[in-house]
């Protein structure tokens, strides 16, 4: 009997579900929207994306080798890279390899490590990364590319993206404006939503991501069926991804039928932008939103009618990382007034009433 | 019949296949039976033998020893050995009172109380009577002493017997077989308590994943109107009171209620049996079947086992192990009670003994809460496990007492749940191990308070008395006012005092 350990507390049982392995899934479940936008956009988007995520994992190593935490356990749990990967996505496909390296230190050393590692951080690492270099550099974070898939005629070929990612050597003719910046530029020149919706890709391109866009959020379908497959291997719930893009498709349809000259259509907000990525993808992520259904309702649709607004009422275009970043400050004062109500007690916990048998 | 949802609840690997196809079968009587006089919640029994006595089988040896107690029996024929202190089945481990029972290897009845022949005209505090007679306690594992459970029906007015057949806990099957095996006599213990209550009904509910137990359990009872056999879903922890009564009845058991005061009283099947025993034929709860079970168990099965065998007996009985158990537990996976000794009896509680190797348990080192949320989404009690543990951490109890730890029932989902497999039970036993006992001490405390403020007062009126008596003897112009006022007040406050 000495051999057995006693442990003074139960479950002698356990789930199967680690930190690594829902970190894995998520990835997964990234995994076909990332490599259809690798191919949209060829080498240097692919150059990129390797640099964020390295650059990512080198920084959580750094910063947990200074604060003497285990590094190799730690990094075993996958979130440098899923942070990584996320920032990655949600930067300009073609920029060069600083703003990669730059947003990476945003995200892991201030947003995560300076907060005290993994589940401490009140912010959403990527989504400050992004920020923060949309912030600091705007002209940088801003150059969109048009679509061009490996191997197509234009593609640059991997020495040219080399020069791309390292050089700086932007070609200026392949630049293209994103759609909610194209529309937002014509709105201050004081051309109708109604017009300026005609140069753009119609809904069904926008739908299969061939646009303009972040590295990695231009494919809804493909987002939306990572984010189906997170939903069925119970990773995240509906609720986030529902009510966010509820509140935004409802607002954004509202006010396009009150103004349509002024304001775009909800399918249009659906479609653009880091919509579907920020719900199924960047709203959901754990350790910066609320922790119960209701309270992941109203964090929802908080960042869904923030969405709406930046992009209709602020300097930028996007709004979703923004709104993310607004909603996660409010998250733990959310949880606060959304917990649960407790078995046998109301809302404000005292016994419930005795109440008479039917 | 139409059932409710309960909140949260997981679904563990449940293993039941392990012993599920075992017959009952009795361990051979071992050399020594050790019977603790604390089996139950309560008081302990008080001994009624001496070393060197000579007991027959079913010989009450220790009796009940308070309002909340219960009796024990002699488990076979033999000499009483030894009336000492030995291992408890706790996870402390700590020595209790026991008794030594040495058998004689006849196994021979004493004389037992004689039958109740009619029981459901029998006037219903007879049947209390027979039931804490002979030493009944919950079987489920709560251990708590029927009688007193089924004496409710005298202070509130009962609807439903509700017989607890869910058995929700992996690895268990002695309720499974003892439903399969034996439900007559399941059924007509169950129909005499529902008599003792005075309800018109008994549902008995059981988990789906017990199919055969409930098409024999429907079977005998489709001869009783009044009886109802009910498959409930697999969900742990269904089997728990407050949870199984919401399932039935739709109906949420108020904190600090029983659901007795929902007009529902729950037993397991085991103990509807053991009633059965002792009302048609007398005889006390001196045996009951337990699941030897585990991966580290070379042969798991259902024995019936004498109370008072020791746990090193029946795992020997059960082939040993056959490979290195990382714990043993006392009762099921998910709210047993790791063991310390395997020198530790089978007491009337034990619904299992488990031997789990390191894979079944599968724990691993804990990491940072990520605030998945999982912990919220599971606890059927509506609980925020990760906010009662961070603040328990910080060793910030009150906040955790106010987010409503000492509602948990540590039914261990939580812990099961968590992906950062953060030993969150064990902080919350810590918390509410901790706050119990501030509790008792500031009860002590106030106790002491209130009486020595009555005793101040009664001094000041005593002054106050003879300061009066004083004064009047003087013209009473000049001293009655500032005593009245001063007597009324101290006579208000030892009232509130008292
Ligand atoms: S299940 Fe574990 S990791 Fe998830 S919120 Fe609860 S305590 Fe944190
Ligand atoms: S152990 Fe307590 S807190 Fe955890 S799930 Fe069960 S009742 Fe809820």
Request: hydrophobic share 45%; with cysteine.
């Amino acid at each position: 009997m000495s051999a057995t350990s006693i442990k003074k507390s139960g479950p002698f049982a356990h789930g199967y579900n680690t930190v690594q392995k829902t970190m894995f899934l998520v990835l997964l479940a990234l995994a076909p929207a990332t490599a259809f936008n690798l191919y949209l956009f060829g080498w240097p988007a692919i150059l990129l994306f390797a640099i964020t995520i390295s650059a990512c994992v080198a920084i959580e190593a750094g910063c947990l080798a200074l604060a003497g935490k285990p590094v190799k356990a730690t990094l075993a749990d996958c979130s440098a890279i899923l942070t990584g990967w996320l920032l990655a996505m949600s930067l300009p496909p073609w920029a060069p390899w600083w703003v990669g390296v730059l947003a990476a230190v945003f995200a892991v050393a201030l947003a995560k490590h300076a907060f005290g590692g993994i589940g401490q951080n009140v912010f959403n690492p990527a989504m400050v990364g992004r920020t923060v270099m949309l912030i600091s550099f705007p002209v940088s974070m801003t150059i969109w590319v048009a679509p061009h898939p490996l191997f197509s005629a234009g593609s640059p070929g991997l020495f040219e993206a080399f020069a791309i990612t390292f050089g700086g050597h932007m070609p200026d003719t392949m630049s293209a404006a994103s759609a909610l910046g194209y529309i937002k530029t014509e709105l201050s020149r004081g051309i109708a939503v109604t017009q300026s919706m005609g140069q753009l890709p119609d809904l069904m391109d926008m739908a299969l991501g061939k646009r303009a866009g972040s590295l990695g959020e231009t494919s809804a379908l493909l987002i939306l069926a990572g984010g189906l497959f997170l939903m069925f291997k119970r990773i995240i719930s509906w609720h986030i991804p529902v009510s966010m893009m509820g509140s935004l498709f409802l607002i954004a349809a509202l006010f396009h039928a009150i103004d349509p000259a002024r304001f775009t259509s909800g399918t249009f907000h659906l479609l653009s932008g880091a919509t579907f990525l920020g719900a199924f993808f960047i709203a959901t992520d754990y350790v910066t939103s609320p922790v119960s259904k209701l309270g992941q309702i109203v964090f929802g649709i908080g960042v869904g009618l923030l969405t709406w607004s930046i992009r209709n009422f602020a300097g930028y275009p996007e709004g979703v990382a923004f709104a993310v970043l607004l909603m996660n400050s409010l998250a733990p004062i959310i949880d606060q007034y959304t917990r649960p109500r407790a078995f046998g007690r109301s809302r404000k916990g005292e016994p419930l009433p005795l109440e008479k048998k039917p | 019949m139409k059932l409710f949802p309960i909140l949260g609840g997981i679904h563990p690997e449940y293993r039941k296949e392990l012993a599920s196809e075992k017959a009952i079968v009795a361990l051979p009587m071992p050399v020594a039976l050790y019977i603790p006089l604390q089996q139950h919640i309560g008081a302990p029994a008080e001994v009624l033998v001496n070393e060197g006595d000579l007991v027959k089988k079913g010989q009450m040896i220790a009796r009940s020893g308070g309002a909340v107690s219960s009796p024990q029996h002699a488990a076979t024929s033999g000499r009483i050995k030894a009336v000492t202190d030995v291992t408890a089945p706790h996870p402390s481990g700590l020595p209790q009172t026991t008794i030594i029972l040495e058998p004689d290897g006849k196994d021979e009845w004493g004389d037992l109380p004689e039958p109740i022949t009619d029981p459901f005209t029998a006037d219903p505090h007879a049947i209390h009577e027979r039931v804490a007679q002979s030493g009944i306690v919950g079987m489920g594992g709560a251990a708590f002493p029927s009688a007193v459970k089924l004496n409710l029906g005298t202070q509130k007015k009962l609807e439903i017997l509700l017989l607890n057949g869910a058995e929700c806990e992996p690895y268990l099957t002695c309720d499974d077989r003892v439903m399969r095996e034996y439900p007559d006599e399941i059924i007509d213990g169950a129909r005499i308590m529902a008599h003792a209550l005075g309800t018109a009904r008994v549902v008995i509910a059981i988990e789906q994943n017990k199919p055969q137990a409930i098409s024999i359990m429907t079977k005998a009872a489709s001869a009783f109107p009044d009886v109802e056999v009910v498959g409930v879903p697999v969900q742990y922890p269904m089997g728990s009171e407050r949870h199984l009564v919401q399932a039935i009845t739709g109906r949420e058991t108020p904190a600090r209620k029983l659901t007795a005061d929902l007009g529902v009283v729950v037993h397991n099947v085991a103990t509807a049996r053991a009633v059965h025993h002792a009302v048609r034929f007398g005889r006390p709860l001196v045996a009951r079947v337990v699941t030897v079970s585990g991966g580290a168990i070379r042969e798991p099965n259902n024995v019936m086992t004498p109370i008072g065998a020791r746990i090193a007996d029946l795992i020997e009985f059960c082939g040993g192990f056959s490979a290195r158990p990382e714990s043993i537990v006392n009762g099921g996976p998910m709210m047993g009670q790791p063991l310390a000794s395997l020198d530790a009896p089978v007491v009337k509680g034990t619904s299992g003994i488990l031997a789990l190797t390191a894979e079944e348990i599968n724990d691993r080192p804990t990491s940072a809460c990520i605030r998945c949320g999982n912990c919220v989404t599971v606890c059927p009690c509506g609980l925020s496990p990760l906010d009662m543990a961070a603040f328990i951490r910080k060793d910030n109890l009150d906040v955790a007492a106010k987010l409503g730890v000492m509602d948990c029932f540590s039914c261990g989902s939580c812990s099961w749940v968590c992906p950062s497999h953060i030993p969150l039970v064990h902080y919350f036993n810590y918390a509410k191990g901790v706050l119990n006992d501030l509790e008792r001490e500031s009860r002590k405390n106030e106790r002491i308070k209130s009486l020595a403020e009555v005793r101040i007062i009664r001094i000041e009126k005593a002054a106050e008395a003879k300061r009066a008596a004083l004064a009047a003897r003087k013209p009473a112009s000049d001293a009655a006012p500032p005593s009245t006022g001063g007597e009324a007040k101290a006579a208000t406050e030892e009232k509130a005092n008292t």
